[in-house]
């Protein structure tokens, strides 16, 4: 495999590789075994600096050249800068999460009055991102977050309730959502301040920004360049494949694990279905509410447009609720 071709089938193979939580934070072997196995991945790609300076660079030229078509904006089609044919990896170290690039863009946030399951909140407008940007392959994982937990020491938010149920439960939390779990399954039943927290500590560790998605990125990296209701089309039904869902026709009565599911054009896996991600927006201005992005396991096909969003309260938890996080370039 030649450092220019190493596939994103190769990535995914690499980023779920399991180990037992109970133990990751003092298994040297496990560690090391991770680590020379993304070394050996990141030795069969091109100079990760280098290839980030490219991408600011051509993304920069490409801005700066652009010029809207005439006409109304919020007719005009996506507008998506890439600098390469095939999705960008970026490793920065083997316990932080596979990152993708986001190509910077111009879209319009929102839906279409017409669209089945639109809500009052889903006001279309112009949104333009000058920047590209990493996000994490896919949700952030049981195994990630446990590796957090564990390093850092970080008290985790407890009483996590089920989406079925009004009330919390106090034995129920990120360890027991309620469910089985394993490595490879995206956390849940994490607060906002969880999320915070550990994308402080992906920085802390890393030397790099990490942080939430915004509202507005979010829904521009899970169209992936669409402008249908579904990143995968028009017809929820045809998500059967791509998205874990209450409507979805697999076999999984919960979550799914990472490598379960399909990736949208931007290399993104789970932006639709298995667990909704906090992002850093507030709700409606009330910032003890965060916008919540992507649908859940226990969600119907409307929540999981590419243009639906919910509320979340900051101090709640909920066990089809996780994060995936955003790393500037």
Known sequence: MTRAGISLVAIVALSVLGYTPASAHDDVAWKAEREGRFAAVKAALPPQDATIAT???KTAAMV??????????LQHPPVVWR???APVVV???AVAPRMVVVPAGEYTIGSPDTEAGRQHDE???RVRLNRAFAVSMFPITYGEYSWFVHASGHKSATACTMPDNVSASGARDWLNPGFPQTPRSP???VAYADAQAYVRWLAQTTGHRYRLLS???YEYAARGGTTTAYWWGEDFAAGCAPVNSADACDPFAFTVPLDKSKANAFGLFDVAGNVGSWTSDCWHGNCAARVVRGGSWATPASDLRAAARVRGDVRATSAD???RVARDL
């Not at 700066?64 to 904006?73: F, I, L, Q, T, V």
């Open 83 to 85: 600098t390469a044919a």
């Open 91 to 93: 490793f920065d170290t």
């Open 55 to 57: 991408i600011k660079s």
């Open 215 to 217: 509202d507005a990125e």
């Open 64 to 73: 700066s050249a652009y010029r809207a078509a005439p006409g109304p904006a």
């Open 187 to 189: 956390v849940t039943c």
């Open 321 to 323: 609720r996780g994060f």
């Open 123 to 125: 006001k279309r407008r």
